[in-house]
C-alpha cells in the first residue's frame, strides 16, 4: 500500500519557468511533510518541510503548499535553474516530525532546459 | 562539520554471504535511520536506531539486524543475501529535539548481490 504517491514520474520544464511538483498521501495521521533532492550516486538533500498546522511554507525560490483536506501538497520551484534537474522526494511522518520514520514517494524526475 | 557519512560506497557479494554497512551521524545527532532504496523507487525505511536499542521498524525480514554504538554510529547487517537485497542503502541521522525539522542523509552504500 503505497501511502505517499508522487504519480508523475517525470516533468521537464523550461528555464526562468515555474517548476510545480505534486504529491498525494492516504494516512491522515501524518502530521510533517518534506521533500528532498536526490542527484545520482549522492543521498537524498533536503529542500524544504512543512508541518501539518501550515498551509505553506516558503524557503528562497521553493515553496510547499498543504492541501490537508485532500491530502495533498506541492513543490513550487519559481525561477526554475538547470542545476534544479534532479530526482524529487515527497516524505511524510507521523508524530514527530523528522525523526520518526519517514515514508517516501517514488519521486519525480525534474529536467530543466535552458 | 562531515555530515553524514557512510562506509563501503560500494560493495559487491555473492548470494548467501552476509555484509555489513556503516554510517556515522552528523556532529549533534543521536538517532540513526536506515532505508533501503530499490532502483526506481524512493527509500523505504528498516529501521531506526537510538540510545543503542531499535525503536521502530520497517517491514524487513530478520535477515536485516543493526546495532548502534555509544557513539552514536550505527551499523546494518545483512545476512543471507538475496539478489532483491540489490539497492542503495541510506543512512540518516535526526536529533530528538522538538524543533528538529529534517532528517540528514549520507551519500549512501551501493549493494549489489550477484
Known amino acids: 500500500d503505497q501511502q505517499v504517491k508522487q504519480n508523475s514520474p517525470s516533468l521537464s520544464v523550461q528555464e526562468g519557468r515555474i517548476s510545480i511538483l505534486n504529491c498525494d498521501y492516504t494516512n491522515s495521521m501524518f502530521d510533517y511533510f518534506l521533500w528532498y533532492k536526490k542527484y545520482p550516486a549522492e543521498g537524498p538533500t533536503f529542500l524544504i518541510s512543512?508541518?501539518?498546522?501550515?498551509d505553506k511554507n516558503e524557503d528562497g525560490r521553493f515553496t510547499v503548499f498543504l492541501n490537508k483536506s485532500a491530502k495533498h501538497l506541492s513543490l513550487h520551484i519559481v525561477p526554475s535553474q538547470p542545476g534544479d534537474s534532479a530526482v524529487y522526494f515527497c516524505?511524510?511522518?507521523?508524530?514527530?516530525?523528522?525523526?520518526?520514520?519517514?515514508?517516501f514517494g517514488t519521486g519525480t524526475l525534474l529536467a530543466v532546459q535552458p | 562539520d562531515a555530515g553524514v557519512t557512510q562506509s563501503p560506497t560500494h560493495l559487491i557479494k555473492t548470494r548467501g554471504q552476509q555484509v555489513t554497512l556503516r554510517c556515522s551521524p552528523k556532529s549533534g545527532h543521536d538517532t540513526v535511520s536506515w532505508y533501503q532504496q530499490a532502483l526506481g523507487q524512493g527509500p523505504q525505511f528498516i529501521f531506526q536506531y537510538y540510545e543503542e536499542e531499535e525503536r521502530q521498524r520497517g517491514n524487513f525480514p530478520d535477515r536485516f539486524s543493526g546495532h548502534q554504538f555509544p557513539n552514536y554510529s550505527s551499523e546494518l547487517n545483512v545476512n543471507a543475501l538475496l539478489l532483491g537485497d540489490s539497492a542503495l542503502y541510506l543512512c540518516?541521522?535526526?536529533?530528538?529535539?522538538?524543533?528538529?525539522?529534517?532528517?540528514?542523509f549520507g551519500q549512501g552504500t551501493r549493494l549489489t548481490v550477484v
Open positions: 516524505a511524510a511522518s507521523a508524530y514527530g516530525g523528522a525523526t520518526n520514520k519517514l515514508i
Open positions: 512543512i508541518s501539518s498546522i501550515k
Open positions: 540518516a541521522s535526526s536529533s530528538p529535539s522538538p524543533l528538529n525539522t529534517e532528517a540528514f
